[in-house]
């Protein structure tokens, strides 16, 4: 079964400085990977996802990651975070089990963006 | 639309007492899923409905028992539930079936077992 890593369960980080948030995922022939954010009492709201194709990946509200196959990685970043970005973010991977695929998530990295 | 609906928003339930969480899509989703989430924890599956038959039971107890009485609408009956099964179920929905290219979340239900 495939599955994510989150390296960091906190990051905090000045508004208007940049930010990374890292994920590593198991080696796969094919793979397709999500990053999810949770604010407080929420649901899951879908960033980005990286499917096939280019390796740079724009998602909402200024997010980006990159996949690289090399380092199995798909960090996500933002140049300048704000207040309203302090959540909860999950790397996910679509995960054969059965006969239907399903997200598997890694265990979280809190975003606190500080005034 | 792209909203999966979850209702109701918060449960209070005592130990004895039989209730049910309900999730509905107007998308055209064939796969639904209810998720488990504790406090700072990821999201746990647990049911996977494709095609409205049930595909996969991650071992949950049989105090959770799920329901899809059509492809828009996916239940979660409680009865006899322990207070560490307190948690936020979330409900999702996908497309495909075979492969997720994008997985669509509720607001969760926040139930709480008294």
């Known amino acids: 079964a495939q599955s994510v890593t989150q390296l960091d369960s906190q990051v905090p980080v000045f508004e208007e400085a940049p930010v990374e948030l890292r994920c590593n995922y198991s080696?796969?022939?094919?793979?397709?990977l999500f990053w999810y954010v949770q604010y407080p009492n929420q649901g899951l709201q879908l960033l980005l996802k990286y499917l096939s194709g280019s390796t740079l990946v724009k998602g909402i509200n200024g997010f980006e990651a990159e996949f690289n196959k090399s380092q199995t990685s798909f960090h996500l970043r933002k140049p300048s975070v704000h207040i309203s970005d302090t959540a909860e973010y999950f790397c996910a991977v679509s995960d054969l089990r059965g006969s239907a695929r399903q997200l598997t998530f890694g265990s979280g990295t809190q975003l606190t963006v500080l005034p | 639309d792209t909203e999966v609906t979850q209702t109701p928003k918060h449960l209070v339930m005592g130990m004895t007492n039989k209730k049910s969480l309900k999730c509905e899509q107007h998308?055209?989703?064939?796969?639904m899923y209810w998720y488990k989430q504790k406090a700072k924890k990821p999201p746990e599956l647990m049911f996977v409905y494709s095609y409205e038959k049930l595909s996969i039971n991650e071992s949950v107890p049989s105090r959770f028992s799920p329901e899809c009485p059509n492809s828009s609408l996916l239940n979660l009956h409680l009865h006899a539930l322990q207070p560490e099964d307190s948690a936020l179920y979330l409900c999702?929905?996908?497309?495909?079936?075979?492969?997720?290219?994008?997985?669509?979340f509720g607001q969760g239900t926040r139930l709480t077992v008294v």
């Open positions: 999702a929905s996908s497309q495909e079936t075979v492969v997720i290219t994008e997985a669509f």
């Open positions: 080696s796969s022939v094919s793979v397709y």
């Open positions: 998308m055209g989703h064939r796969a």
